[in-house]
């Protein structure tokens, strides 16, 4: 069983930066796959970025690719976003998930077994 605890949320201007940071409970969190997905007002969850177990792979969305990145700290069992540029469509609630690594779709939600609550993120323009 993993518990998933993402903080770090909040409102920034249009070009600003934040970084979302995932808590994980769970002695074999180490051997789970993280993901960040999001999913703003009226519009279904999608997938931001996601990171294997050892860090080694790290996976993004195209239109992310180069603004967002996706890092861990097994020893801490944390997960980082950090997310540079932002823009307004950017807003979004913003969930981790994790999922035994089985070096496979990594960007398909349905795959992902523990999910967080979730933190806002409001960028205004």
């Not at 519009?43 to 050892?54: D, H, L, N, T, Y």
């Not at 939600?109 to 993120?121: A, E, I, L, S």
């Amino acid at each position: 069983q993993v518990q998933l605890v993402e903080s770090g949320g909040g409102l920034v201007q249009a070009g600003g930066s934040l970084s979302l940071s995932c808590a994980a409970s769970g002695r074999t969190f180490s051997s789970y796959a993280v993901g960040w997905f999001r999913q703003a007002p009226g519009k279904e969850r999608e997938f931001v970025a996601a990171i294997s177990w050892s860090g080694a792979r790290t996976y993004y969305a195209d239109s992310k690719r180069g603004q967002f990145t996706i890092s861990r700290d097994n020893a801490k069992n944390t997960v980082s976003l950090q997310m540079n540029s932002l823009k307004p469509e950017d807003t979004a609630v913003y969930y981790c998930a994790a999922k035994v690594d089985r070096e496979s779709y990594y960007h398909w939600k349905d795959t992902y077994d523990y999910w967080g609550h979730g933190t806002q993120v409001t960028v205004s323009s």
